[in-house]
């Protein structure tokens, strides 16, 4: 963390008087709306510095490069990300039914999701396409994709679903919710009216999963 910052000369940009720690979370600020704005690629430290008023040398003071600065952005995204895994399914049906256990998830865990893409929602959009970040980008969303497709793969078999259509489901549940990041994260629609047909969509398809399930039985 610096301790203080560099004279600047007399022909450099000059910004507002702040502590170092307050500074760097300017410059981080700044370079969030550059991001959010005009994409990953517009953010490099010129475009940071004239951004924030202040000198390329102080904003090298802050981060080392373009890609520190991205790398910066990213962590503060990612940290949103950081949860526990859900309990396990066979440990949660001993207290709760399946039909119930499902419709307290989706609800719970789906608007705990748009929460996460309202609060960081555009720029993880921006950077997940950087090429930069490839790797700490693809480790996360495996991570939680490859869990999340697990558990609701093995609640839909425990109400009888076989395995296979349970994890085509699973996936397919897993996947709508990634493509709602541009519908929330743009305002290209309401956050009630996605929340609505993503609701209503999964049961119909959990009920008719349900019904074939039952005729299976019964043939």
Do not use: C
Not at 18 to 38: G, K, M, N, Y
Not at 157 to 173: C, F, K, N, P, W
């Amino acid at each position: 963390m610096p301790g203080t910052e560099p004279q600047l000369t007399a022909t450099e940009p000059v910004g507002p008087r702040l502590t170092p720690d307050d500074r760097r979370r300017h410059l981080l600020d700044v370079a969030r709306s550059i991001v959010e704005s005009d994409g990953a690629a517009a953010l490099t430290m010129d475009t940071l510095a004239r951004a924030a008023g202040v000198s390329r040398a102080l904003a090298y003071t802050y981060f080392e490069n373009r890609s520190g600065l991205l790398q910066a952005l990213w962590n503060e995204v990612a940290a949103l990300w950081n949860v526990e895994p859900m309990p396990p399914v066979d440990e949660l049906i001993t207290e709760t039914p399946p039909r119930q256990l499902f419709e307290d998830r989706l609800v719970a865990n789906t608007r705990w999701y748009f929460d996460q893409i309202e609060q960081g929602g555009l720029l993880f959009y921006r950077l997940v396409s950087e090429p930069s970040l490839d790797t700490s980008v693809e480790v996360l969303r495996k991570r939680v994709q490859r869990d999340n497709v697990a558990w609701w793969a093995r609640l839909l078999e425990t109400m009888g679903i076989d395995s296979q259509r349970a994890l085509v489901y699973s996936s397919l549940l897993n996947g709508t919710s990634e493509i709602t990041w541009e519908l929330i994260a743009r305002g290209l629609a309401d956050r009630a009216v996605i929340e609505e047909v993503f609701f209503l969509s999964s049961r119909l398809t959990l009920d008719g999963l349900l019904e074939q399930a039952a005729d299976d039985l019964g043939a």
